[in-house]
């Protein structure tokens, strides 16, 4: 029955681990310090360092990371106890300096999931430290206590229940790029009249099924699964890319069978599905060579080129005889199958450079990761995290607000535990950030979620204390079974449990300590109170609102953001192919900020899905409106490499110019006002309708290109009409984006 129930509730085991590991290392630790070396300080904080270093933090990945990753927590509590006791004797300091850390440790999770999911642990020792006013001289002994707890700490890591490698994104994206793999291929067979129908359409599904698994391993964590590492940053990047471009196979997807299968373009579409292949081998067994990952991209890359020669050979036909309007439409019909192939064979090239970036720096040796030498075409770690933590400052940044947050309300809990000599002004710090949220409705769900939990711990361990009294041999027998408990009630229970878990082993930890009976249970509900009135008045104070207007705002600066840098991408691919124009730079400035507007949404989404309480608009809808970001921001990307690099040859193309800029302009205006509706609760704006003649237009602004025997120009006009087709897939994108906006809009606008 237990085996079924821990089955249902702690899956992998992950709290079970977590929670064994602590309650046989840190009573014995404790012991150690109080009886064999009777020092009560570096007994205090072996006891504490333990819980935080082996119950407040499991990094992931292999066995060498974690050591590395839980070392350098060990050596940051360290710097940060330091500072907690030399700020401890001075009220003022106390605050100040626990605010400012708390925002450092806080904001620091925007650069890295590693870095968040420790930044209770690195709180704590802090909290420890302030909340006990010493002087210098107690730092040795606190060090002592805390580095010893570490040191242990690596032992268990790695020798008592070794935690298995995971990474489901990494995982999830080798599944997916298999599945969409398999379903290029029976796309293919499926033209040629090799599988029926219900075979293409079971591996489409399927493909579905592997994508939306891995955004939900995506999404699952409160923090973007990304440490500092460079293969983790390459593989996260996989996640928008596997997610477009099956939304992109979508839209080729479900056809009928031809009657004459496009022979270039299937073959595109094996080259591509061999890359798929490829990628997803050099993400599970990364220590390979890449060469097959690199000749798989090369036979891409010459798959379109012949698929492109073919077009070009069929264009002169097209523009032989008829109307102005039969002309078009024969252009526009040659040249879709070669668009649809160009975005298929774009999305594939860059996931399959994303896995060679990750693979090769999996690859690296122990001296080059420590001079920090990155594989050709990603940057390092310090401009990569720069790059990150300017993403979220912004006034639209909800990392960036709960940060700011978290920091007043510890900054003060200090202050008012100090002014007001609460006796154990540790835990109404620690009351403060265990009960906040990112409204203030939510934060006052939990001060009452916290203080009934205390309360029935109080209860219990205050019936346990007073049964057994002074009776050392039995408190000392129940402190290993209460740590568990302590440990697994939170992930397994839920937080009331864990609250009323940790109050029970804190009652038998300090009647340890210094006995004092039932009394410390009623100390622990005054000051979870305490911090807790903190944490509400904080969280009226700033930004009530919640995750569901701040989700409104950051949806709207991506969609604001990626239409811009998609105009820009446009403009430049302007200035390169009217040399009569004046020139264009690559849009670096739009780019850099449309991805820093996506990782502040991507942030935002996390929290509001880890928001409690019911969420008022269905979450496809929400899903949507996120997915569709992606859309536009790599339609930009595919512009940009359409025309990047690129020589033109002479000639004046301002009425192709003139048309793709007006396209442009609609675009931008519509997403502008669509963004301007998530925030003001505003009508959504109608899908912009289909332009029939602005297909005739450029086809006749770019005709004397198209027309020209030599190849270098005809291509020239191709590319134009692929940046006129890259326009409209995003005009497109308004008709799936206009329904769930509706729907979701009495939830995020405000």
Same mark, same amino acid.
């Given at each position: 029955?237990?085996?079924?129930?821990?089955?249902? *509730?702690?899956?992998?085991?992950?709290?079970?681990?977590?929670?064994?590991?602590?309650?046989?290392?840190?009573? =014995?630790?404790?012991?150690?310090?109080?009886?064999?070396?009777?020092?009560?300080?570096?007994?205090?904080?072996?006891?504490?360092?333990?819980?935080?270093?082996?119950?407040?933090?499991?990094?992931?990945?292999?066995?060498?990371?974690?050591?590395?990753?839980?070392?350098?927590?060990?050596?940051?509590?360290?710097?940060?106890?330091?500072?907690?006791?030399?700020?401890?004797? !001075?009220?003022?300091?106390?605050?100040?300096?626990?605010?400012?850390?708390?925002?450092?440790?806080?904001?620091?999770?925007?650069?890295?999931?590693?870095?968040?999911?420790?930044?209770?642990?690195?709180?704590?020792?802090?909290?420890?430290?302030? !909340?006990?006013? @010493?002087?210098?001289?107690?730092?040795?002994?606190?060090?002592?206590?805390?580095?010893?707890?570490?040191?242990?700490?690596?032992?268990?890591?790695?020798?008592?229940?070794?935690?298995?490698?995971?990474?489901?994104?990494? =995982?999830?994206?080798?599944?997916?790029?298999?599945?969409?793999?398999?379903?290029?291929?029976?796309?293919?067979?499926?033209?040629?009249?090799?599988?029926?129908?219900?075979?293409?359409?079971?591996?489409?599904?399927?493909?579905?099924?592997?994508?939306?698994?891995?955004? *939900?391993?995506?999404?699952?964590?409160?923090?973007?699964?990304?440490?500092? !590492?460079?293969?983790?940053?390459?593989?996260?990047?996989?996640?928008?890319?596997?997610?477009?471009?099956?939304?992109?196979?979508?839209?080729?997807?479900?056809?009928?069978?031809?009657?004459?299968?496009?022979?270039?373009?299937?073959?595109?579409?094996?080259?591509?599905?061999?890359?798929?292949?490829? @990628?997803?081998?050099?993400?599970?067994?990364?220590?390979?060579?890449?060469?097959?990952?690199?000749?798989?991209?090369?036979?891409?890359?010459?798959?379109?080129?012949?698929?492109?020669?073919?077009?070009?050979?069929?264009?002169?036909?097209?523009?032989?005889?008829?109307?102005?309007?039969?002309?078009?439409?024969?252009?526009?019909?040659?040249?879709?199958?070669?668009?649809?192939?160009?975005?298929?064979?774009?999305?594939?090239?860059?996931?399959?450079?994303?896995?060679?970036?990750?693979?090769?720096?999996?690859?690296?040796?122990?001296?080059?990761?420590?001079?920090?030498?990155?594989?050709?075409?990603?940057?390092?770690?310090?401009?990569?995290?720069?790059?990150?933590?300017?993403?979220?400052?912004?006034?639209?940044?909800?990392?960036?607000?709960?940060?700011?947050?978290?920091?007043?309300?510890?900054?003060?809990?200090?202050?008012?535990?100090?002014?007001?000599?609460?006796?154990?002004?540790?835990?109404?710090?620690?009351?403060?950030?265990?009960?906040?949220?990112?409204?203030?409705?939510?934060?006052?769900?939990?001060?009452?979620?916290?203080?009934?939990?205390?309360?029935?711990?109080?209860?219990?361990?205050?019936?346990?204390?007073?049964?057994?009294?002074?009776?050392?041999?039995?408190?000392?027998?129940?402190?290993?079974?209460?740590?568990?408990?302590?440990?697994?009630?939170?992930?397994?229970?839920?937080?009331?449990?864990?609250?009323?878990?940790?109050?029970? @082993?804190?009652?038998?930890?300090?009647?340890?300590?210094?006995?004092?009976?039932?009394?410390? =249970?009623?100390?622990?509900?005054?000051?979870?109170?305490?911090?807790?009135?903190?944490?509400?008045?904080?969280?009226?104070?700033?930004?009530?609102?919640?995750?569901?207007?701040?989700?409104?705002?950051?949806?709207?600066?991506?969609?604001?953001? !990626?239409?811009?840098?998609?105009?820009?991408?446009?403009?430049?691919?302007?200035?390169?192919?009217?040399?009569?124009?004046?020139?264009?730079?690559?849009?670096?400035?739009?780019?850099?900020?449309? /991805?820093?507007?996506?990782?502040?949404?991507?942030?935002?989404?996390?929290?509001?899905?880890?928001?409690?309480?019911?969420?008022?608009?269905?979450?496809?809808?929400?899903? @949507?409106?996120?997915?569709?970001?992606?859309?536009?921001?790599?339609?930009?990307?595919?512009?940009?490499?359409?025309?990047? =690099?690129?020589?033109?040859?002479?000639?004046?193309?301002?009425?192709?110019?003139?048309?793709?800029?007006?396209?442009?302009?609609?675009?931008?205006?519509?997403?502008?006002?669509?963004?301007?509706?998530?925030?003001?609760?505003?009508?959504?704006?109608?899908?912009?309708?289909?332009?029939?003649?602005?297909?005739?237009?450029?086809?006749?602004?770019?005709?004397?290109?198209?027309?020209?025997?030599?190849?270098?120009?005809?291509?020239?006009?191709?590319?134009?009409?692929?940046?006129?087709? *890259?326009?409209?897939?995003?005009?497109?994108?308004?008709?799936?984006?206009?329904?769930?906006?509706?729907?979701?809009?009495?939830?995020? /606008?405000?």
């Amino acid at each position: 029955m237990l085996r079924e129930w821990l089955a249902t *509730h702690d899956p992998a085991h992950a709290a079970l681990r977590r929670a064994v590991r602590a309650a046989i290392i840190m009573p =014995g630790l404790f012991a150690f310090g109080d009886k064999a070396l009777g020092e009560p300080v570096i007994a205090t904080f072996m006891a504490f360092g333990s819980f935080a270093m082996l119950l407040l933090v499991d990094f992931p990945g292999p066995v060498r990371d974690r050591l590395r990753d839980q070392a350098a927590l060990v050596l940051a509590c360290g710097v940060l106890i330091c500072l907690g006791t030399l700020a401890s004797r !001075s009220t003022a300091a106390a605050a100040i300096v626990m605010a400012l850390v708390a925002f450092a440790v806080l904001f620091s999770g925007s650069v890295s999931s590693v870095l968040a999911g420790a930044s209770t642990a690195l709180l704590l020792a802090f909290i420890l430290a302030v !909340s006990l006013p @010493a002087g210098a001289a107690a730092i040795p002994d606190r060090l002592a206590g805390w580095g010893i707890a570490g040191c242990v700490s690596l032992f268990a890591i790695a020798l008592l229940w070794p935690a298995p490698v995971r990474n489901p994104v990494r =995982g999830g994206a080798v599944e997916a790029c298999r599945a969409l793999a398999a379903r290029l291929r029976a796309e293919v067979a499926f033209a040629n009249g090799e599988v029926a129908a219900e075979e293409r359409n079971l591996l489409a599904v399927r493909a579905q099924e592997a994508v939306g698994q891995l955004q *939900h391993a995506f999404f699952a964590t409160p923090y973007r699964p990304s440490g500092l !590492s460079t293969d983790a940053r390459a593989v996260v990047r996989l996640v928008d890319e596997l997610r477009w471009l099956n939304d992109v196979i979508l839209l080729a997807g479900s056809e009928p069978r031809p009657a004459h299968a496009n022979q270039e373009v299937c073959a595109l579409k094996v080259a591509a599905a061999e890359v798929l292949e490829r @990628a997803a081998g050099a993400i599970e067994h990364p220590g390979d060579s890449d060469e097959p990952l690199a000749g798989a991209i090369t036979k891409l890359h010459d798959a379109l080129e012949q698929l492109e020669r073919a077009t070009l050979g069929r264009l002169p036909t097209a523009l032989a005889d008829g109307s102005s309007a039969q002309r078009a439409a024969r252009i526009v019909s040659a040249l879709d199958p070669s668009f649809r192939s160009q975005e298929l064979a774009f999305i594939a090239a860059q996931i399959g450079a994303n896995a060679r970036f990750a693979a090769a720096a999996a690859r690296r040796g122990f001296r080059e990761r420590l001079l920090g030498r990155q594989p050709e075409g990603l940057q390092g770690p310090l401009s990569s995290a720069g790059e990150r933590a300017a993403s979220f400052a912004s006034g639209d940044s909800l990392f960036l607000r709960n940060s700011l947050r978290g920091a007043v309300a510890l900054g003060v809990a200090v202050l008012v535990a100090d002014i007001g000599s609460v006796e154990h002004a540790f835990w109404v710090a620690l009351g403060a950030i265990s009960v906040l949220r990112t409204n203030a409705l939510s934060t006052g769900q939990s001060i009452l979620r916290a203080l009934a939990g205390t309360a029935i711990g109080f209860v219990i361990g205050g019936a346990l204390v007073y049964a057994i009294g002074t009776n050392d041999g039995v408190l000392w027998a129940l402190l290993p079974i209460v740590v568990l408990m302590a440990g697994m009630a939170p992930a397994v229970i839920g937080f009331a449990a864990g609250q009323a878990s940790f109050t029970v @082993a804190l009652l038998i930890l300090f009647n340890l300590i210094a006995p004092a009976g039932w009394k410390i =249970g009623l100390v622990r509900i005054e000051d979870v109170a305490i911090g807790g009135a903190v944490s509400l008045a904080v969280g009226l104070l700033f930004w009530p609102r919640g995750a569901g207007a701040a989700l409104g705002r950051a949806l709207a600066s991506a969609y604001r953001s !990626s239409a811009v840098y998609l105009a820009a991408t446009v403009n430049y691919g302007l200035g390169c192919c009217d040399p009569t124009g004046p020139p264009s730079l690559p849009p670096r400035r739009e780019a850099l900020e449309a /991805a820093a507007a996506s990782r502040r949404l991507d942030d935002t989404f996390r929290g509001y899905l880890n928001e409690r309480g019911s969420k008022p608009a269905p979450l496809a809808a929400i899903t @949507a409106l996120v997915t569709g970001v992606t859309g536009v921001r790599l339609a930009g990307d595919a512009v940009l490499a359409l025309w990047d =690099g690129s020589s033109v040859p002479a000639g004046d193309r301002s009425a192709a110019r003139g048309e793709l800029a007006a396209a442009s302009g609609r675009l931008t205006d519509w997403y502008s006002r669509f963004a301007l509706s998530l925030v003001r609760a505003e009508e959504v704006p109608a899908a912009l309708p289909v332009d029939e003649a602005a297909d005739g237009r450029l086809v006749a602004a770019t005709a004397r290109d198209l027309g020209e025997p030599d190849a270098h120009g005809a291509a020239t006009g191709v590319r134009v009409i692929w940046t006129g087709d *890259h326009l409209d897939a995003a005009r497109r994108l308004q008709e799936l984006l206009v329904a769930p906006a509706r729907e979701a809009l009495g939830a995020i /606008a405000g």
